[in-house]
């Protein structure tokens, strides 16, 4: 069974950083266009960044635009991980974040574009 699985979550104040990371044991991330997305009680589920496979020439990620500015997404190929380096963390952040993967290409921010998904990692972000 293909398992994505992330980590890094947790509970911080505002302001702080957090690194969120997605990892499968079978799937080769690096031929995967990849998203992540979040979800706060509440409300539907949106995507936060998302980046195309690894093939070709240079990808690059993109963001809601809550988050432009305050969240990197990278991928380190070597390990077949993908990474959420969310920084400046304000409350309306907290949420459940799952990362997704998509069989080649760009999924973007749409959910239905992805095959793949982990079971999430939780954000709460409080004073």
């Known amino acids: 069974q293909v398992q994505l699985v992330e980590s890094g979550g947790g509970s911080v104040q505002p302001g702080a950083s957090l690194r969120l990371s997605c990892e499968s044991s079978i799937l080769v991330l690096e031929k995967y266009g990849i998203g992540w997305f979040r979800q706060a009680p509440g409300k539907e589920r949106e995507g936060v960044a998302w980046m195309s496979d690894g093939g070709g020439s240079a990808t690059y990620a993109s963001y809601v635009n809550s988050v432009k500015g305050r969240f990197t997404m990278s991928r380190d190929n070597a390990k077949s991980q993908v990474f959420l380096q969310m920084g400046s963390l304000r409350p309306e952040d907290a949420a459940l974040y799952y990362c997704?993967?998509?069989?080649?290409?760009?999924?973007?921010?749409?959910?239905?574009?992805?095959?793949?998904w982990g079971k999430g990692t939780q954000v709460t972000v409080s004073s």
């Open positions: 997704a993967a998509k069989r080649s290409g760009w999924g973007g921010p749409y959910e239905r574009e992805y095959d793949y």
